[in-house]
C-alpha cells in the first residue's frame, strides 16, 4: 500500500473545515471546482467562506466581484503579508446566500517576495485562521474552501499547511497525474519539516470529454491506479466538459447558481453531495 497524503490534521479551528483545492498542473478546472462547491454547498445551507488564493484572482471574478475594485489592504496579499491585517477585515459578501470570499488580485503575486526574510512565513494563513476561531465575536463558517495557484509557490505551502482536508482536480491525462505526484512529494517533505499533517478528501476528475477515447483510457488507468495502491480515493461523479460553466463564470456566477438543471451544474451538486460524506465519515481530530 502507499502513502497518499496519508497525514491526519489537528487544527484549533472549532467545528470548522478548511479544505484546500490544489494541483501543481494548471487547468485541470481547480478555481471552477472551487467556486462552483462553495456555491453549491452554501445553497445546502452552509455557511461558507471561498478564499481566492491565486495571482489571477479566477475565483474572485466567478463570485461576482471586481479584483480592481478591491480597496487598499483588503484581500488575500494583505493577509499573508501583514500581521496586523485579521481575517475578518478581507471578508468581502458575494450575491449567494451563505457564502462570503476573501477576494484576490495581482499584487498576491508579490506574496513570495514580501515574506522571505520572515519567521513562520509558511503558517500565516494557518494562524489568521486560528485567530478569527477564537474570537468570538467573528461569524462563524462551516467550511472554508482555498483555491490555489498551479505552483508549489509560498502561497501554496501556506495553503497546505492551514487545511484540514485537500481535494486535488486532476484531468484525465498523464502530465496531470504527474503534477497530483509532485503535490503528494511536497506534502510528504512539508510533514517532516513542518510536522504538516493533512488527509486527502478526495481526487475529482474534471474536463472529462466524454468523446475521446483517450480520456476513458487514461481516466481508468489514474482510478485503477489509485485504487490499487492508495485506496478509495477518486470521487466517483466525473466532471465533463462544458461551454455552460466558462459561460457562467463569465457573467460572475457558478454554474450551479446560474444554471442549476443543467448537467454540468447537477454532477457538481451529486460531488458535493460525496463530499460532505466524505467530510463526515474522516472527521480530524482538533486539538
Known sequence: MGTLFPYEQGRAYGDMRVICLANEKGGVAKTTSCVNLAASL???????????????????????LDPDALEHDWETYALLTNPQ?????????????NLDAVPADRQLSNTEKALINEVGRESRLRNKLRDYARNVFTKK????ILDCPPSLDLITVNALVASTDIIVPVQPKLYSLKGMVRLGETINTL??????????L???????????????????LIKEKILREYGDFVF???????????????????VV????ECAAARTYEAVTEELLQRLEASQPVYP
Open 141 to 144: 463558517y462551516d467550511i472554508v
Open 191 to 200: 510533514y517532516s519539516q513542518l510536522e504538516l499533517r493533512i488527509p486527502l
Open 236 to 254: 466517483h461523479n466525473v466532471i465533463a466538459r462544458s461551454v455552460l460553466i466558462s459561460e457562467a463564470e463569465a457573467d460572475g456566477q457558478p
Open 42 to 64: 452554501a445553497r445546502r445551507g452552509k455557511s461558507v467562506l471561498c478564499m481566492d488564493m491565486d495571482p489571477q484572482a479566477n475565483a474572485t471574478v466567478a463570485l461576482g
Open 257 to 260: 447558481m446560474a444554471d442549476p
Open 85 to 97: 491585517v485579521p481575517l475578518e477585515s478581507v471578508i468581502a459578501r458575494t450575491a449567494l446566500p
Open 202 to 220: 478526495g481526487i475529482l476528475i474534471c474536463l472529462y470529454d466524454r468523446s475521446a477515447s483517450l480520456d476513458k483510457v487514461v481516466y481508468d
